[in-house]
């Protein structure tokens, strides 16, 4: 389960990252974008929250992966600082 459970949080987590960085780009309406980013963040937060009950530390990615390879190198980040 472990081995599912973990890659598909972080595609959602990455889906996230790009629904922040995207809407300043396409969203020209600030209450909306400021929505937007509230319930992406909000989300990315609660995935982490469960991740960190989970498995203790865990790598935190809060920016778009353009070169999935350089994701192999990101170490753990401790609970208290996710």
């Not at 949080?9 to 790009?18: A, D, M, P, S, V």
């Not at 509230?38 to 992966?65: C, E, H, M, T, W």
């Not at 192999?72 to 609970?79: A, E, F, L, M, P």
Request: glycine letters at 4%; a negative charge; one cysteine or more.
């Amino acid at each position: 389960m472990t081995a599912v459970f973990c890659p598909r949080l972080y595609r959602i987590i990455g889906t996230l990252n790009e629904a922040i960085a995207a809407s300043t780009r396409i969203v020209e309406d600030e209450k909306v974008r400021d929505e937007l980013i509230g319930q992406a963040k909000f989300l990315r937060a609660f995935i982490y929250f469960n991740l960190v009950r989970v498995f203790s530390d865990v790598p935190y990615i809060d920016f778009v992966a353009t070169d999935l390879l350089s994701l192999t190198d990101i170490s753990k980040t401790g609970q208290a600082e996710i």
